[in-house]
C-alpha cells in the first residue's frame, strides 16, 4: 500500500506520519487481499477559525481498481481525527468487501470504454455573480446499475455520484435527498 500524506496548515512531524502509516496498515493487515498494493492519499487539515470546535481534519481517500472509499472526519485533536476516520475507513471496506465479494464473485466484468468528465466553465449564480470553478476533477466513469451506484456514494461520503448506468449506457447522477433517500438524474432523449 502506498500512502500519500500532505498537510494544509499543519507541520507534519514524523511521529504524525509514523501514526497514520500505522493505523493504515493495520487496515491492510487486516483487509489484505483487498487494500495490498492501492494507493492511498491522507491529507492533515487544520482550520484556522477559532470559532471551530473540531477543527482538525483528517480525510483518507483508497483507489481500489477504479472504485474509491472516502473518508473525512474532524475533531479538536489530529490524533483524535486520525483514530476517527481510521474506524471509519475500517467500516467502509468491511461493507465494501462483504458487498464486493458477494455480488461480483461469479460475475465477468464488462469492459466498455469509460467516458472522462471534466469541469471547465464559470458559473453564473442567482444573483448575477459569476462564481469560478477553483477545483477540476478527472475521473473515468465506471458502468454499473443505480443499485450499485448507491452502494459506492455510500463508500465516499459525498452527496452524488457521477455514473455510466449499465442498463441504458448513458450517463447517470445519483443523490442523496434530505429525507436519506435517494435520487436518480437520467437525461431525456
Not at 16 to 25: G, N, P
Not at 112 to 123: C, K, Q
Amino acid at each position: 500500500m502506498k500512502i500519500v500524506i500532505e498537510g494544509k496548515n499543519i507541520h507534519l512531524t514524523q511521529a504524525l506520519k509514523d501514526y497514520v502509516t500505522e493505523k493504515l496498515h493495520k487496515l491492510e493487515n487486516h483487509y489484505e487481499g483487498v487494500i495490498k498494493g492501492h494507493d492511498v492519499k491522507v491529507k492533515l487539515s487544520v482550520l484556522k477559525n477559532p470559532r471551530i470546535p473540531e477543527s482538525n481534519i483528517t480525510e483518507v481517500t483508497i483507489f481500489l481498481d477504479g472504485k474509491i472509499i472516502r473518508s473525512e472526519q474532524a475533531s479538536e485533536d489530529m490524533y483524535a481525527s486520525i483514530d476517527l476516520v481510521a474506524d471509519k475507513i475500517d467500516r467502509q471496506i468491511q461493507k465494501y468487501k462483504s458487498k464486493h465479494y458477494r455480488s461480483f464473485q461469479h460475475k465477468e466484468k464488462a469492459h466498455i470504454n469509460a467516458e472522462m468528465v471534466e469541469l471547465t466553465s464559470p458559473i453564473a449564480t442567482l444573483e448575477g455573480h459569476e462564481g469560478k470553478i477553483i477545483k477540476s476533477k478527472r475521473f473515468k466513469l465506471q458502468p454499473m446499475t443505480p443499485e450499485e451506484a448507491t452502494f459506492h456514494l455510500d463508500l465516499i461520503e459525498h452527496g452524488f455520484y457521477v455514473f455510466i448506468n449499465s442498463d441504458t449506457k448513458q450517463i447517470n447522477t445519483l443523490y442523496l435527498r434530505k429525507d436519506g433517500d435517494y435520487g436518480l438524474i437520467e437525461p431525456s432523449v
